[in-house]
């Protein structure tokens, strides 16, 4: 995008990128204050109407930890020997609770948007980013009863909570990369819509969140690591709960999956970009 000046007026010229893969960092930058409006309208709007408010982040996360704790921790005892299984099951459902609706409102983004995309001009890539911003409030809402529970069972953590944040940004890499893929392929198969739920329902299954990673026999353990979201989930655990390191040579294989789904995510919505607007 250029700005040409006549001589009473300036001109804005909008071009295509020269490269599949150019990302406008400068165009999203200037569009900053479109995407913070965005953010806003999305987490207002979640709420809005609602008797309870933000309650709803915290809700859902501490039932779905007292029913894994019966069902999973109590009956079928999937949890670890060291650790009380309702904070061992909390402190996975913090980032995937995160990286399901980061990626749920990534991936509805470009649809939900469409007359705000046939009206104006803006970088596309701010609707899926719109999504993964605007679940980071939900994730810190429901990240202070985590606080109350690590006093109540009395764990310290140790210096790995610093590395708290980096495990975020990575849940939020892998909800972006994923996101751009299906908000993309939603604009041509509004069938994605309906699959998206079933496969984040899937995933959770195939992701250590209600069980030991430990659980499971050494040699299948390697698919469990080609999943990115067990690197998260190992690593945020870690972090927080103080427990033995996770296998670092495997948490490198999550990473460079997380990679990989990030830039074929971004070279396949930039190639699609194009459509948008006419199929919309």
């Known amino acids: 995008m250029e700005i040409r000046k006549t001589d009473y007026t300036f001109e804005k010229v909008i071009r295509p990128s020269k490269g599949r893969l150019q990302i406008d960092f400068k165009g999203l930058w200037d569009y900053r ?27 859902p996360p501490i039932l779905q930890m007292f029913i894994f ?3 999973f921790g109590k ?21 995937w609770l995160y990286f399901t609706r980061a990626l749920s409102g990534a991936a509805t983004s470009v649809v939900g948007k ?16 719109t999504g993964v911003f605007a679940a980071l409030v939900d994730l810190v809402m429901a990240s202070t009863i985590m606080g109350g529970i690590m006093i109540w069972y009395r764990v310290i953590p140790g210096w790995g909570i610093i590395m708290v944040p980096a495990f975020i940004l990575l ?13 993309a392929l939603h604009v041509k198969y509004r069938d994605v819509g309906f699959v998206t739920p079933f496969l ?18 050494e040699k299948y353990q390697i698919f469990m690591w080609l999943n990115p979201m067990t690197g998260v989930i190992e690593g945020f655990r870690w972090a927080l709960l ?39």
């Open 33 to 59: 204050e479109l995407l913070f409006m965005l953010i806003l309208r999305e987490v207002q709007g979640k709420y809005r109407q609602s008797k309870l408010g933000f309650l709803w982040a915290i809700i």
């Open 69 to 71: 704790t019966i069902i």
């Open 75 to 95: 009956v079928a005892r999937l949890g670890p020997e060291n650790i009380p299984y309702p904070i061992f099951s909390y402190a996975a459902l913090l980032p």
């Open 114 to 129: 469409g007359v705000l995309i046939n009206k104006v001009y803006f970088p596309r890539l701010i609707l899926p980013l």
């Open 171 to 183: 849940a939020m890499i892998t909800a972006l990369g994923v996101g751009m893929w299906l908000t």
């Open 200 to 217: 984040i329902q899937m995933w959770m299954y195939v992701t250590p969140v209600i069980y030991s990673i430990d659980k499971i026999p």
């Open 242 to 280: 103080g427990q033995a390191s996770p296998n670092w040579s495997m948490m490198g294989l999550s990473l460079g999956i997380i990679f990989i789904l990030l830039v074929s995510g971004a070279f396949y919505f930039k190639s699609m970009e194009k459509t948008f607007v006419d199929i919309i």
